[in-house]
């Protein structure tokens, strides 16, 4: 199991600027991940961040409006650059500490964005 | 279509009842399917896993998994309003990465 906190755990941002999330895990952990979970949709992973290497994007998401850091075993950062009203949801990261097969997933407790 | 459907209700139901939620999917090389549970504010946390099709138990929870119709279940029995929560499932094949419902929100009313 891991334990994991993230920070901010809410904001309220104007448009055009930029938020960076922090993610804190109690153990060191290969690989994080990042999603995005809207109001009566499904999570939407972002991107996966292993350290040591550049983060992998999913389909639709790209670096340059979310840059991640993952500078050692139990940190990484998400930053959601340039932001508009449509960047308001909950980001969530989230660890596999034991590689399971069916890739069980321990979740921060959220950042709550709401850009105006 | 998307590949995982979960009505995301919300469902309400009296303390003590027979609680059914379900998913349908499409990609036949879903292996391993989860439910998740989700309190308000917090992230998700892991209910219950199964490999392939059966049924699985584990206290009043049951999962259930038929493959031949792409569909599972998770049944709360005697559900309590410390149940009340959003339920999600996830599915994930040999590539590793889970595929999500929308999730369901479900009251139990005291």
């Known amino acids: 199991s891991a334990v994991i906190s993230q920070k901010p755990s809410r904001d309220i941002c104007q448009r055009g600027t930029s938020l960076t999330i922090q993610c804190q895990v109690d153990?060191?952990?290969?690989?994080m991940f990042w999603y995005r979970q809207q109001p009566g949709q499904s999570l939407t992973l972002i991107a996966t961040?292993?350290?040591?290497?550049?983060?992998?994007?999913e389909s639709g998401f790209v670096i340059d409006k979310f840059p991640i850091s993952r500078p050692n075993l139990t940190f990484s950062t998400l930053t959601v650059s340039n932001m508009s009203p449509e960047d308001s949801s909950i980001y969530l990261c989230?660890?596999?500490?034991?590689?399971?097969?069916?890739?069980?997933?321990?979740f921060g407790p959220g950042t709550r964005l709401t850009v105006l | 279509q998307k590949e995982v459907e979960q009505d995301p209700g919300p469902l309400s139901v009296p303390e003590g009842a027979i609680v059914s939620l379900n998913c349908t999917y499409s990609n036949s090389a879903f292996q391993y399917f989860m439910w998740y549970r989700q309190y308000s504010r917090k992230g998700p946390e892991l209910l219950m896993y199964?490999?392939s099709s059966g049924n699985k138990e584990d206290g009043r929870f049951t999962a259930q998994v038929d493959k031949s119709s792409k569909y599972i279940s998770l049944f709360i029995r005697d559900s309590q309003p410390s149940d009340s929560a959003t339920y999600l499932c996830?599915?994930?094949?040999?590539?590793?990465?889970?595929?999500w419902g929308a999730g369901t929100k479900l009251i139990i009313k005291p």
């Open positions: 961040a292993n350290q040591g290497s550049e983060a992998t994007y």
């Open positions: 153990s060191q952990v290969t690989m």
């Open positions: 989230s660890v596999d500490p034991d590689r399971s097969s069916y890739n069980e997933q321990f």
């Open positions: 996830a599915m994930s094949g040999s590539n590793y990465q889970l595929i």
């Open positions: 199964t490999y």
